[in-house]
């Protein structure tokens, strides 16, 4: 499968420009070169360990995010985010419709999927000594990332269909 091109944008620039900000978060800042290596790592555990042609997101707007985004993109996986606002029923149910056997999320997150038969990858686990995901009002640039995503990667970018609720 061809590399997609935000991956490739971003693997430009770690190599252009390695030292300086790709994400700045609050008081966060990570280097193109340091976002590269964590999305490296979670290419490596989404490879490893999810299972699917398709995996879900279920992070706050971080960082995180957007390494666990373009780690999903690098191991070849078509990504659906699931928002971080639903509630758990709707959460299973979107999961279920998408068809994931496997959501990367965060720790503190995974109780919200108990609905979901999809298995939860923690991103804690998946980028060693990248620490936790920070929430620091890094809506912007996980909006960018994913809206970037969806331009240059459409077919890769799982569509939701509408769901109703009665």
Same mark, same amino acid.
């Given at each position: 499968m061809p590399e997609s091109a935000i991956v490739a944008a971003v693997r430009r620039a770690a190599a252009r420009v390695p030292d300086r900000p790709a994400l700045i978060a609050g008081e966060t800042r990570i280097s193109y070169a340091e976002l590269e290596r964590r999305a490296a790592a979670a290419a490596a555990a989404v490879a490893d360990k999810a299972r699917g042609d398709i995996v879900g997101l279920f =992070?706050?707007?971080s960082p995180a995010f957007v390494w666990s985004l373009l780690g999903a993109l690098q191991a070849g996986?078509?990504? $659906?985010v699931l928002p971080t606002l639903a509630p758990p029923p =709707?959460?299973?149910l979107m999961a279920a419709e /998408?068809? =994931?056997?496997t959501v990367i999320t965060a720790g503190e997150l995974a109780p919200r999927l108990a609905e979901s038969k /999809? $298995?939860?990858l923690l991103v804690e686990q998946m980028a060693a000594g990248a620490g936790r995901p920070s929430c620091h009002h890094g809506s912007l640039l996980a909006l =960018? $990332? $994913?809206?970037?995503a969806?331009?240059?990667d459409a077919?890769?970018? /799982?569509p939701w269909r509408s769901v109703s609720i009665a």
């Open positions: =992070l706050p707007n996986k078509t990504v $659906a =709707l959460l299973a /998408a068809g =994931l056997e /999809a $298995a939860p =960018l $990332a $994913a809206g970037l969806q331009r240059f077919p890769r970018i /799982a």
